[in-house]
């Protein structure tokens, strides 16, 4: 008596491939994207509007214009926050002056914090972030 024994082997190869997949977004699309007011940011129409910290029982808001943001000038830009008029202090405004880098930070999703000039004896500090 023989004992035939039949073995079969199967052998699978699994093949996997990997691949990368890059994305790239230009920063006008992500900007165009963008949107909510939670936060005391607004992006609406050309600029990125954020609002100060309450100094002295008021705020300002400051407009960044995408096309500083998109391309910042070499030598940085010099904004001028809204108008405010707070009892005992009068109508005024400030001046927020923003480096290459911050502008290209923000474009990158980056915060960058910075206080306004002083003016009548208080100034604000200002978080700009796309959101
Ligand atoms: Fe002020």
Redesign the pocket.
């Known amino acids: 008596m023989e004992a035939v024994m039949s073995e079969r082997m199967l052998r699978r190869e699994f093949l996997t491939a990997a691949g990368k997949v890059v994305l790239v977004i230009p920063a006008a699309a992500f900007l165009a994207n963008c949107g909510g007011s939670s936060s005391g940011m607004n992006q609406q129409g050309n600029s990125l509007t954020v609002t100060s910290s309450s ?1 002295l029982g ?1 705020n ?1 808001n400051l407009s960044v214009p995408f096309s500083d943001i998109d391309q910042p000038p070499a030598g940085g830009v010099e904004l001028s926050t809204s108008t ?1 008029s707070p009892y005992g202090i009068g109508t ?1 405004s ?1 001046v927020v002056t923003l480096s290459t880098d911050d502008l290209t930070s923000i474009m990158n999703g980056g915060a960058v914090s910075v206080d306004t000039s002083t ?1 009548s004896d ?1 100034h ?1 500090s200002f978080t700009i972030q796309m959101g």
């Open positions: 100094t008021h300002h405010a005024h400030h003016v208080h604000h």
